[in-house]
């Protein structure tokens, strides 16, 4: 069977299937809210703030999608004339979400309405606050709807105001009410929305597929200022926003504990004509993520607090809780086993803040709503969950976190794991361009797991003893393990099957198909 022919059985498509998926993004695939009453709603309201010049606040959150929805806001309100303020809290200062002490101070400056993205679905008692001082607001967000609302003057949300029925990214709600007020389509707007639909790993279908297509296309084809200091001024691929842009705009909500750099860091994606200020903000954001990886890298863990089992893993540490998450997957990678990890409450020294994170076939999220009654607060995926709980509940909350992996261990069937048999000849060149024509991957739509055998004979010892790799006959591709280096140095055994993911290495103008290899048999 072709490679092409594998991977179209493996994702169940068929050629015309594929045609439709790897076709350029159009703004003409998109599934517009122009006729939902809520989104008339909103709008409507908005165009009253611009006829008004009222004095307008945009509250947006400190993460990717966050940042990139305040920014399309007020990049179309500032080019519409309403030049409203924003912020960007502090997740260890304000923490998420519209709070109360924040909406008095907004009073005192005299705003009129406040405009939430990416949050304020479930804000109660600051919304509440602010209509009692006056103000009017707007809320734009994409979380789960609870089941009492806050008294917002409007909303527009994907499933309440049954625009979509899978879940988009606040920055692409954004995006639309933001190209109905000016009556077009922006490219760069487009490219923030499409940022947002890999940070916030929202499924790879519809208008989040349509609008990831085109944040690259335009990406590679107006090459913004703002964005290249991050990405560089080469041809940029998913893995670049994956694993370059969007962990670095996160490190800076993560780490800096001021909401000053955070509201910096949303500044970057305003500014795209001013070198300068680019340069000043940019450097921040690097610095943070590399700071961030420093941490990560070297995170440290109070064994005191340690709970551990076969199937899962409860640790603590005393490094910044906004890192939680990156430390739970490190450790996940490292053991293949659940694993949550807490961290002291910067705002309330009574909790700790944590994060769960799972290899495939566990859920986290079934965990949570089994014991949501022992938590603070909690959401999230299968695979991915934060929560808040209380100190005194840690041991607890821990032990019931093991025997829930315990149970899942037990229930999940025994299967070899989902994979495309390769050989080492078909780490090519074409082989790649066959698999770029797949992309994006994200939710609901994984990139491939391949499994290729090789003998031991042709693995070998990179200098460094930091690597063990195998190269094709023609030196196109190769086969690299960082990880498993002594056990295979030290096995018996004649051959091995390896399994991972192809990635394009380009050095010096020379390309190189690499299968990066997570696990060995």
Excluded at 2 to 28: C, I, M, V, W
Excluded at 198 to 208: H, I, R, W
Aim: charged share 25%.
């Amino acid at each position: 069977m072709s490679f092409l022919s594998q991977l179209l059985e493996f994702y169940h498509l068929n050629t015309k299937d594929l045609g439709a998926r790897s076709a350029p993004g159009s703004f003409n695939h998109l599934k517009t809210p122009f006729e939902s009453d809520d989104f008339i709603k909103v709008t409507s309201r908005l165009k009253q703030a611009i006829d008004q010049k009222e004095k307008t606040v945009i509250y947006g959150d400190y993460d990717v999608d966050g940042l990139t929805a305040t920014a399309i806001m007020k990049l179309a309100l500032d080019e519409l004339g309403l030049n409203p303020g924003f912020f960007i809290p502090s997740r260890y200062v304000e923490g998420y979400g519209l709070n109360v002490e924040r909406v008095r101070q907004f009073a005192l400056k005299g705003y009129h309405l406040i405009i939430t993205v990416d949050n304020g679905i479930a804000a109660i008692e600051a919304i509440s606050e602010a209509k009692k001082l006056g103000m009017d607001v707007m809320v734009i967000d994409h979380h789960d709807v609870p089941a009492t609302l806050p008294p917002f003057d409007c909303c527009f949300h994907q499933t309440y105001s049954h625009f979509l029925d899978y879940n988009c990214s606040a920055a692409s709600l954004c995006f639309f009410v933001a190209s109905f007020l000016l009556r077009r389509f922006d490219s760069y707007l487009a490219t923030l929305a499409g940022i947002a639909v890999f940070s916030d790993v929202m499924p790879l279908v519809g208008n989040n597929l349509e609008l990831a297509k085109m944040m690259l296309q335009f990406i590679n084809k107006h090459h913004y200022s703002n964005l290249s200091y991050i990405l560089g001024n080469g041809t940029i691929t998913y893995d670049d926003i994956n694993f370059m842009l969007i962990p670095s705009f996160n490190s800076v909500g993560r780490i800096m504990k001021d909401s000053a750099s955070t509201n910096n860091a949303c500044r970057l994606l305003l500014e795209r004509n001013d070198d300068e200020k680019i340069k000043k903000y940019g450097s921040l954001v690097v610095s943070c993520n590399l700071e961030r990886k420093e941490i990560v890298k070297n995170v440290s863990f109070n064994s005191k607090y340690t709970l551990s089992s076969e199937h899962g893993i409860c640790l603590r540490t005393e490094e910044f809780a906004g890192l939680s998450g990156l430390f739970a997957n490190k450790v996940m990678r490292e053991k293949g086993v659940p694993v949550a990890i807490f961290s002291k409450d910067d705002i309330n020294p009574e909790n700790l803040v944590g994060s769960l994170r799972a290899p495939e076939g566990y859920r986290v999220d079934e965990f949570l709503k089994k014991y949501q009654n022992l938590l603070v607060a909690g959401g999230g995926h299968e695979r991915a969950a934060g929560l808040t709980i209380r100190e005194k509940d840690y041991y607890l909350i821990c032990t019931m976190f093991i025997s829930e992996c315990s149970k899942q261990a037990l229930e999940m069937k025994k299967s070899e794991e989902k994979s495309i048999n390769i050989t080492l000849e078909d780490i090519n060149e074409a082989n790649y361009h066959v698999y770029e024509s797949f992309m994006p991957f994200g939710e609901g739509f994984p990139a491939p797991t391949f499994k290729v055998t090789v003998e031991k004979e042709k693995l070998v010892l990179s200098p460094s003893h930091k690597a063990i790799f195998a190269t094709t006959p023609d030196r196109q591709g190769q086969v690299i393990l960082f990880d498993h280096i002594d056990e295979i140095v030290n096995s018996s055994q004649e051959t091995f099957d390896i399994y991972g993911s192809l990635s394009l290495e380009i050095y010096k103008n020379t390309k190189k198909i690499k299968l990066i290899g997570n696990k060995i048999l």
